[in-house]
């Protein structure tokens, strides 16, 4: 295979573990994931999580580019 003509043949899903100290790194994966994994992301079918998991995978379900909303609910 060549590169990158595997990725839209790929689809997967993406869940984030429920646990409150968590939602910092998960707040920092979901900005990699938006800053440097949209090929990525474009492949994702369903985004799952539980307690702050959720949260962030339901920003990152509806395409919020801008985390810093998610970012203030956390804190």
């Not at 869940?15 to 949209?38: N, P, Q, T």
């Amino acid at each position: 295979m060549d590169g990158d003509k595997w990725l839209p043949l790929l689809r997967m899903n993406l869940s984030f573990a429920g646990c409150g100290f968590l939602a910092i790194y998960h707040l920092g994966v979901a900005k990699a994931l938006m800053m440097h994994g949209r090929k990525f992301l474009m492949n994702v079918q369903r985004f799952a999580g539980a307690s702050a998991g959720a949260l962030v995978a339901a920003a990152l379900a509806v395409g919020d580019s801008d985390l810093q909303a998610m970012e203030v609910c956390l804190a």
